[in-house]
């Protein structure tokens, strides 16, 4: 069954509002306006103990609004897409603005026009797929597989955006999204996770997802806890993307902060030979994206770790001048960030990286991942779900009950694997759509709760 | 008109044969600013407005929201919640039901002296720099190079209405600022806040909560507690077992961790699994013991000012103080309308939305362990070797809520009844159990700091206190980072 959407707003009326919002701001003697327009169409189905729970349909339009003037700088949002009130929004935004003082930091928006590559990763049938029966596949082939309970969501979205800014940018993009999150449960402490995370219909596996979920609680039947100490670990491509943040840590803005492990690193070595990451703006058939960021540049692909060396920061215009560079197309207008996240492949499959890894733990998930030093990378994070003992390179015995207690420098220099398999990844915990490969790092700190 | 569309709401959802309607226009305005080594950034302001609506029909739950707010628009709506829910009970295994609640009709907002409308962002910025000027310089010889700081508030104004003929309207503007900072000493960097643990201080009302908070004397004298974390350099006790003092920062999170989200019903019947996780209760353990008598924990939304305020939840129930644990046996759980009908009792009233947009979910509003009689002076007087864990900034918990860690911020070694030498990073990681059976010892000094508390999908940061005094635990292992 597909969810029934609204289909009557259309890009004309996102396209009046901006218009609208846009001449308003220039009216008002702003020297810059951005205006980011976005009609969303959310659907999700919710599912718990092998039943639905809730189906959800959230539809919005949305105006992002940057002003400055006289140098002085503010951002918003507003959900009111009538005329009136998005003359409203930006009178008060700007009112609002000018009882700041003036912002040293001021820089002017960038000159467009622009030429966009085209429109992200996108597909008209997400907006009608059949959500309702792929939970059903998700559900059923968890079961199959040898859970016995399984709850999760499954999410789409499709969003047509636009960009206009008073420095002539203009410009359109559409991403659609469909992203599955499993869990199932052979018993209360015996669970494993699948996600599918795609951009298009005929890329999405929730059979797979839910028969991966079914398949790992079903091996984690019993599972035992394990000692304290230092351990080889493979990490699922789903733990990678959240324990390793470096597209966020090279943000410029976190640099300037001082919280990221990555300041005064540039053009040094931050890991080993092996690892690279890129940003990208829009992946080719991945997994979400923009063409365009908040300030109006074409998004771009850059190369953030090369070789394990750190390369470039992400920059919006602001940064990029205080830092003597150009921007990379990540703005953000306070914080430049990601788009979209790539880990290089390695070069050993999964199944040769736990061979090789021979004495190790293998953990395929895991949550609530915290600081102690944001500065110095030090963190912990808790496995859930499915995690083994690899003995003389086969996965042994579950395992669970443990904490990983590291650090990002530290993990970078130990990266010893990284697999040729990749996955897209975005769900509770990596809120950036993120391709990454399983990994295995040496010596990472295990440690366990003491108590019954 | 935005009364008005509620009820054109909830009268369609009722035409079209739902068995129960709700309907809630929320308006949620938030300003802010952000201070950054003594330079404003750009000011942000977020107006969201919009009316969500729920309903069940032949047995499944349907919700959905719109922001265009017309009749056509809502009537679109309703037909969409309609299908969507007819398609989905047709492979439905479990009918949804909500336990029968008394209506209400009410007004009521949160106390407010100073509104927040009238506070301009110069004023807030004026207020950040004056605290950072206190920042920027040596304090005890620890510099703070890096610095963070934001104020700002937020107004969350609803009309709700439902089939049972609650209709309930309410405005809550809360108030807010934060900060991290990075501290320097001998060059080296650590990442601190103020309070530690990344909390926020604030409230329910208007500016004068951030007034009488006095931030530019309480700001450095904090800053000057953390430069002894800072400083310090002796490791903790490496896998010892001795007694731990926790600060009430840190027993106040322990509250939150180990007993309020254990404890919420949806988790523990499973709806959460995929997300926040489930819980190590199930229905049939209220009532089971937990820790030892002095462990008391309580959730009461009715505090005023505090963060997590509200006099009616998101389904029409009326608010009340939930008592938890009591003396070491959970006593209550958190309860929406469909929890409380499984379990076959009314709904204690603990359902919440942040936002037009997202679904009403099972919240804690203001989580606390009880004061006890105890003085600080008292507890430490009796200790032979221990830690006091004054504050944290590190925490983590596992998804049944059995496996915590906090790792300490300001710490101290206690030897025959006196703090002495700050250790750095103690890290306390025990499980549920262990940790809420150990306490001996409550403190009077009850303290509350603010903090947002992530659940849900799509998340909801939903605004809470967590509470606690100084709290004594025997005989727990301690480790080092």
Same mark, same amino acid.
């Given at each position: 069954?597909?969810?029934?959407?609204?289909?009557?707003?259309?890009?004309?009326?996102?396209?009046?509002?901006?218009?609208?919002?846009?001449?308003?701001?220039?009216?008002?003697?702003?020297?810059?306006?951005?205006?980011?327009?976005?009609?969303?169409?959310?659907?999700?189905?919710?599912?718990?103990?092998?039943?639905?729970?809730?189906?959800?349909?959230?539809?919005?339009?949305?105006?992002?609004?940057?002003?400055?003037?006289?140098?002085?700088?503010?951002?918003?949002?507003?959900?009111?897409?009538?005329?009136?009130?998005?003359?409203?929004?930006?009178?008060?935004?700007?009112?609002?603005?000018?009882?700041?003082?003036?912002?040293?930091?001021?820089?002017?928006?960038?000159?467009?026009?622009?030429?966009?590559?085209?429109?992200?990763?996108?597909?008209?049938?997400?907006?009608?797929?059949?959500?309702?029966?792929?939970?059903?596949?998700?559900?059923?082939?968890?079961?199959?597989?040898?859970?016995?309970?399984?709850?999760?969501?499954?999410?789409?979205?499709?969003?047509?955006?636009?960009?206009?800014?008073?420095?002539?940018?203009?410009?359109?993009?559409?991403?659609?999204?469909?992203?599955?999150?499993?869990?199932?449960?052979?018993?209360?402490?015996?669970?494993?996770?699948?996600?599918?995370?795609?951009?298009?219909?005929?890329?999405?596996?929730?059979?797979?997802?839910?028969?991966?979920?079914?398949?790992?609680?079903?091996?984690?039947?019993?599972?035992?806890?394990?000692?304290?100490?230092?351990?080889?670990?493979?990490?699922?491509?789903?733990?990678?993307?959240?324990?390793?943040?470096?597209?966020?840590?090279?943000?410029?803005?976190?640099?300037?902060?001082?919280?990221?492990?990555?300041?005064?690193?540039?053009?040094?070595?931050?890991?080993?030979?092996?690892?690279?990451?890129?940003?990208?703006?829009?992946?080719?058939?991945?997994?979400?994206?923009?063409?365009?960021?908040?300030?109006?540049?074409?998004?771009?692909?850059?190369?953030?770790?090369?070789?394990?060396?750190?390369?470039?920061?992400?920059?919006?215009?602001?940064?990029?001048?205080?830092?003597?560079?150009?921007?990379?197309?990540?703005?953000?207008?306070?914080?430049?960030?990601?788009?979209?996240?790539?880990?290089?492949?390695?070069?050993?499959?999964?199944?040769?990286?736990?061979?090789?890894?021979?004495?190790?733990?293998?953990?395929?998930?895991?949550?609530?991942?915290?600081?102690?030093?944001?500065?110095?990378?030090?963190?912990?994070?808790?496995?859930?779900?499915?995690?083994?003992?690899?003995?003389?390179?086969?996965?042994?015995?579950?395992?669970?009950?443990?904490?990983?207690?590291?650090?990002?420098?530290?993990?970078?220099?130990?990266?010893?694997?990284?697999?040729?398999?990749?996955?897209?990844?975005?769900?509770?915990?990596?809120?950036?759509?993120?391709?990454?490969?399983?990994?295995?790092?040496?010596?990472?700190?295990?440690?366990?709760?003491?108590?019954? | 008109?935005?009364?008005?569309?509620?009820?054109?709401?909830?009268?369609?959802?009722?035409?079209?044969?739902?068995?129960?309607?709700?309907?809630?226009?929320?308006?949620?305005?938030?300003?802010?600013?952000?201070?950054?080594?003594?330079?404003?950034?750009?000011?942000?302001?977020?107006?969201?407005?919009?009316?969500?609506?729920?309903?069940?029909?032949?047995?499944?739950?349907?919700?959905?929201?719109?922001?265009?707010?017309?009749?056509?628009?809502?009537?679109?709506?309703?037909?969409?919640?309609?299908?969507?829910?007819?398609?989905?009970?047709?492979?439905?295994?479990?009918?949804?039901?909500?336990?029968?609640?008394?209506?209400?009709?009410?007004?009521?907002?949160?106390?407010?002296?100073?509104?927040?409308?009238?506070?301009?962002?110069?004023?807030?910025?004026?207020?950040?720099?004056?605290? =950072?000027?206190?920042?920027?310089? $040596?304090?005890?010889?620890?510099?703070?190079?890096?610095?963070? #700081? %934001? &104020?700002? /508030? !937020?107004?969350?104004?609803?009309?709700?209405?439902?089939? =049972?003929?609650?209709?309930?309207? $309410?405005?809550?503007?809360?108030?807010?600022?934060?900060?991290? #900072? %990075? &501290?320097? /000493? !001998?060059?080296?960097?650590?990442?601190?806040?103020?309070?530690?643990?990344?909390?926020?201080?604030?409230?329910?009302?208007?500016?004068?909560?951030?007034?009488? #908070?006095?931030?530019?004397?309480?700001?450095?004298?904090?800053?000057?507690?953390?430069?002894?974390?800072?400083?310090?350099?002796?490791?903790?006790?490496?896998?010892?077992?001795?007694?731990?003092?926790?600060?009430?920062?840190?027993?106040?999170?322990?509250?939150?961790?180990?007993?309020?989200?254990?404890?919420?019903?949806?988790?523990?019947?499973?709806?959460?699994?995929?997300?926040?996780?489930?819980?190590?209760?199930?229905?049939?353990?209220?009532?089971?013991?937990?820790?030892?008598?002095?462990?008391?924990?309580?959730?009461?939304?009715?505090?005023?000012?505090?963060?997590?305020?509200?006099?009616?939840?998101?389904?029409?129930?009326?608010?009340?103080?939930?008592?938890?644990?009591?003396?070491?046996?959970?006593?209550?759980?958190?309860?929406?309308?469909?929890?409380?009908?499984?379990?076959?009792?009314?709904?204690?009233?603990?359902?919440?939305?942040?936002?037009?947009?997202?679904?009403?979910?099972?919240?804690?509003?203001?989580?606390?362990?009880?004061?006890?009689?105890?003085?600080?002076?008292?507890?430490?007087?009796?200790?032979?070797?221990?830690?006091?864990?004054?504050?944290?900034?590190?925490?983590?918990?596992?998804?049944?809520?059995?496996?915590?860690?906090?790792?300490?911020?300001?710490?101290?070694?206690?030897?025959?009844?006196?703090?002495?030498?700050?250790?750095?990073?103690?890290?306390?990681?025990?499980?549920?159990?262990?940790?809420?059976?150990?306490?001996?010892?409550?403190?009077?000094?009850?303290?509350?700091?603010?903090?947002?508390?992530?659940?849900?999908?799509?998340?909801?940061?939903?605004?809470?206190?967590?509470?606690?005094?100084?709290?004594?635990?025997?005989?727990?292992?301690?480790?080092?980072?």
């Amino acid at each position: 069954m597909t969810l029934v959407s609204s289909k009557e707003t259309g890009p004309a009326q996102l396209e009046g509002l901006a218009e609208l919002a846009l001449a308003e701001g220039k009216n008002l003697g702003c020297s810059d306006v951005s205006i980011i327009g976005e009609i969303t169409n959310n659907s999700q189905v919710r599912f718990s103990n092998n039943t639905i729970t809730l189906v959800n349909n959230v539809q919005e339009i949305t105006l992002e609004v940057y002003l400055a003037k006289d140098k002085k700088r503010i951002v918003g949002a507003t959900y009111n897409p009538s005329e009136e009130g998005v003359k409203k929004f930006v009178n008060n935004l700007l009112a609002s603005c000018l009882s700041l003082p003036e912002n040293e930091d001021y820089t002017p928006l960038p000159p467009g026009p622009f030429a966009y590559r085209g429109t992200g990763n996108f597909d008209t049938k997400v907006q009608d797929a059949e959500i309702v029966e792929f939970t059903g596949e998700a559900i059923d082939q968890a079961l199959k597989a040898g859970a016995n309970r399984v709850s999760g969501s499954l999410n789409t979205s499709s969003s047509e955006l636009l960009i206009r800014t008073s420095a002539g940018a203009a410009g359109k993009d559409h991403v659609s999204m469909m992203l599955l999150n499993v869990r199932a449960f052979a018993d209360d402490n015996a669970s494993g996770h699948g996600l599918s995370c795609s951009s298009y219909v005929s890329d999405f596996t929730p059979g797979k997802a839910g028969y991966t979920a079914g398949e790992f609680a079903k091996k984690s039947l019993n599972p035992k806890l394990i000692d304290e100490g230092t351990y080889d670990v493979v990490f699922s491509p789903t733990v990678v993307a959240n324990i390793l943040p470096m597209a966020d840590e090279a943000s410029a803005f976190a640099i300037e902060s001082g919280t990221s492990v990555l300041i005064d690193k540039l053009e040094e070595r931050v890991g080993v030979q092996i690892f690279s990451l890129d940003s990208y703006g829009s992946y080719s058939h991945g997994l979400g994206g923009r063409v365009f960021d908040d300030e109006g540049n074409p998004t771009k692909d850059t190369a953030v770790i090369q070789n394990g060396t750190f390369r470039n920061m992400l920059h919006n215009c602001t940064t990029a001048r205080k830092f003597g560079a150009q921007s990379t197309g990540n703005a953000g207008i306070i914080v430049p960030h990601p788009f979209t996240v790539v880990f290089e492949k390695g070069e050993i499959s999964l199944d040769n990286m736990i061979r090789d890894t021979k004495q190790g733990v293998y953990v395929t998930n895991n949550w609530y991942t915290r600081y102690q030093n944001y500065r110095t990378g030090e963190y912990s994070t808790v496995p859930r779900d499915a995690a083994f003992k690899i003995e003389d390179g086969e996965l042994k015995e579950p395992i669970a009950g443990f904490r990983i207690s590291d650090s990002i420098p530290r993990q970078l220099s130990n990266i010893e694997f990284i697999s040729t398999e990749r996955n897209w990844i975005k769900w509770w915990e990596v809120e950036t759509p993120t391709l990454a490969p399983a990994m295995m790092i040496s010596d990472v700190r295990i440690t366990r709760a003491v108590g019954s | 008109m935005s009364q008005d569309l509620v009820s054109f709401a909830i009268e369609q959802a009722q035409t079209k044969g739902s068995e129960y309607a709700e309907a809630r226009y929320q308006k949620t305005f938030d300003l802010a600013c952000l201070l950054r080594n003594g330079v404003p950034e750009p000011a942000t302001m977020v107006d969201a407005e919009g009316i969500g609506v729920r309903i069940i029909f032949e047995g499944a739950l349907a919700f959905g929201a719109t922001n265009q707010l017309s009749r056509e628009n809502i009537s679109a709506l309703i037909e969409r919640l309609v299908s969507n829910a007819k398609g989905a009970s047709r492979i439905l295994k479990e009918k949804i039901h909500f336990s029968s609640e008394e209506a209400h009709v009410a007004k009521w907002s949160a106390e407010e002296q100073k509104k927040v409308e009238d506070v301009s962002l110069e004023s807030m910025i004026s207020l950040l720099k004056d605290i =950072d000027s206190t920042l920027n310089g $040596s304090i005890a010889d620890v510099t703070f190079p890096n610095r963070m #700081l %934001v &104020a700002g /508030y !937020e107004v969350d104004e609803k009309y709700y209405a439902n089939t =049972d003929g609650s209709k309930l309207e $309410s405005r809550v503007p809360r108030v807010y600022y934060q900060n991290i #900072l %990075v &501290a320097m /000493y !001998e060059g080296k960097p650590r990442t601190v806040s103020i309070p530690p643990g990344f909390a926020t201080l604030g409230g329910s009302g208007g500016w004068e909560i951030i007034d009488n #908070l006095n931030l530019p004397e309480r700001i450095p004298r904090s800053a000057k507690q953390i430069t002894t974390a800072v400083k310090a350099t002796d490791k903790a006790p490496a896998d010892e077992s001795l007694d731990v003092i926790l600060g009430p920062g840190v027993s106040a999170l322990t509250s939150h961790e180990s007993c309020g989200h254990p404890g919420e019903a949806d988790r523990i019947l499973g709806r959460e699994g995929a997300q926040a996780g489930e819980s190590f209760l199930k229905p049939e353990k209220l009532g089971m013991e937990i820790g030892s008598s002095e462990a008391m924990v309580s959730d009461d939304p009715t505090i005023p000012h505090s963060m997590g305020f509200y006099m009616y939840d998101d389904e029409g129930v009326k608010a009340t103080k939930r008592r938890l644990i009591t003396n070491g046996k959970f006593t209550e759980f958190l309860q929406n309308r469909a929890t409380a009908e499984f379990f076959g009792i009314k709904s204690n009233g603990s359902s919440r939305t942040v936002q037009f947009d997202r679904e009403p979910i099972i919240r804690m509003a203001n989580t606390f362990i009880e004061p006890g009689d105890w003085s600080f002076e008292e507890m430490l007087r009796e200790i032979r070797r221990g830690v006091y864990i004054r504050s944290f900034m590190e925490w983590n918990i596992d998804d049944k809520r059995l496996n915590q860690r906090y790792v300490g911020l300001e710490a101290f070694m206690i030897e025959n009844g006196e703090v002495k030498n700050p250790v750095k990073d103690p890290v306390l990681e025990i499980t549920t159990p262990k940790y809420w059976g150990s306490i001996d010892a409550r403190a009077k000094d009850l303290e509350f700091v603010c903090a947002t508390c992530g659940k849900g999908d799509p998340m909801q940061g939903a605004p809470v206190f967590t509470g606690g005094p100084h709290i004594r635990l025997r005989d727990v292992r301690v480790g080092s980072r």
